[in-house]
């Protein structure tokens, strides 16, 4: 949440747009950040799934070739 609080304050602040360079976006563009934003925790999740799974799975005494 401070990651996104900072990134809006960076674009959307006319003095921190002065001092970054940066300009305000658009709506869509905003929608576009916010999806790329949550990319990688959502892979993060997939991937902690997947492991919690695989060692409950290993863990019940079956032997795996």
Do not use: N, Y
């Not at 892979?43 to 799974?53: E, F, G, P």
Request: aromatic share 8%; glycine share 6%.
């Amino acid at each position: 949440m401070a990651g996104w609080t900072l990134t809006w304050a960076a674009v959307e602040l006319p003095m921190l747009q002065r001092a970054l360079d940066t300009v305000s976006l658009t709506g869509d563009q905003w929608a576009i950040v916010v999806a790329c934003s949550l990319f990688v925790p959502l892979l993060v999740w997939i991937d902690k799934t997947v492991t919690l799974a695989r060692q409950r799975h290993g863990s019940s005494g079956e032997v795996h070739p």
